[in-house]
């Protein structure tokens, strides 16, 4: 077979050869496409150039519970609230977390900075 599109072809010791045309990759017999970037500078700035190409910065990035925004095509990564950022495993729980919402706590109480509080407790009379 021929060389596909945006290709040279050319003869070392009488085989044909074919290679990418600069400023293009992939496979030289299928055909070539432009290459997007070569450096970060060249991909929108959520994105960071890997292979060639402007990929989201925080494809594969964080662990577990966590967030993440591209910002200067870096991966930033964050915890939701209620959770640590450990850096081998992603967000864990907070150790003293009694709750996250207020179905996690009696249906008398509700949760207030990760604690099952008693919301009438300092405010009406008992």
């Known amino acids: 077979g021929g060389c596909g599109l945006n290709t040279v072809c050319h ?9 990418c045309k ?3 990759i992939g496979y030289p017999f299928d055909g070539c496409y432009p290459e997007e970037c070569t450096m970060n500078s060249d991909c929108p700035k959520e994105m960071e150039c890997r292979n060639k190409h402007c990929e989201d910065a925080c494809k594969n990035a ?40 207020d179905s996690d706590c009696l249906s008398n109480h509700t949760c207030s900075n990760f604690k099952c509080v008693d919301p009438c407790g300092s405010v009406c009379g008992n």
């Open 22 to 24: 600069p400023g293009f």
């Open 62 to 101: 964080c662990g577990l519970n966590s967030h993440c925004k591209g910002i200067k095509h870096r991966p930033v990564c964050s915890c939701r609230p209620g959770y640590d950022w450990n850096p081998f495993l992603g967000c864990q729980v907070q150790k003293n977390k009694e709750c996250s919402e």
């Open 11 to 19: 003869t070392a010791d009488k085989i044909s050869m074919c290679d």
